[in-house]
């Protein structure tokens, strides 16, 4: 009974991915979605393209994350909800994307500055002090975001004073 629901679920997640692949070549070639599509990356830019290859990685993450979040306090314990948990996974994971966005700015705001110290003319000027102020706050950010992160972990695993919380391992409940 259980290898027949296997190869029933793997069923049915090939026919899903077989779908997904059918519907992404659709709108690939169907003409109005072009456009859309064309008309919005008209309005990026090479240059900010380490921000947006972040922001995209940032998304994932997030969705990838809470989706398997919610399986487990919801779909796999029906019996027994465990809200709190989904809110402390949303909230950890919601701070580590807003991280990996201020990581992302960080790298963006180095190209920029690189950019601009391998153009001829002065180094030291304005916009050139603007991007260095730019990059410290992100840091600053980066940092906060992190702390954010280990306080909220600390509230959910209950914190003892003078030892690290454990780190939670995939067979962990």
């Known amino acids: 009974m259980a290898q027949n629901s296997q190869g ?40 900010t393209i380490v921000f947006w290859f972040a922001a995209f990685v940032g998304v994932m993450a997030y969705v990838i994350a809470h989706w398997q979040s919610f399986r487990q306090h919801f779909f796999q314990r029906v019996s027994d909800l465990d809200a709190e948990g989904l809110v402390f996974d949303t909230l950890q994971v919601a701070l580590l994307v807003a991280l990996i966005l201020c990581a992302g700015g960080i790298l963006q705001v180095i190209e920029m500055l690189s950019g601009h110290l ?27 975001f992190y702390l954010l992160h280990r ?23």
């Open 8 to 47: 029933i679920g793997s069923l049915q997640y090939w026919t899903i991915v077989v779908g997904l692949i059918l519907l992404g070549v659709f709108v690939y070639f169907y003409p109005p979605f072009e456009k859309l599509i064309s008309d919005s990356l008209r309005g990026l830019a090479s240059s």
């Open 118 to 144: 391998i153009d001829e003319g002065a180094i030291l000027d304005p916009i050139f002090g603007r991007k260095l102020l730019a990059m410290i706050i992100l840091v600053l950010l980066a940092i906060g």
């Open 151 to 173: 306080m909220v972990r600390a509230f959910r695993l209950g914190r003892h004073p003078g030892r690290t919380p454990p780190r939670r391992g995939p067979n962990a409940g």
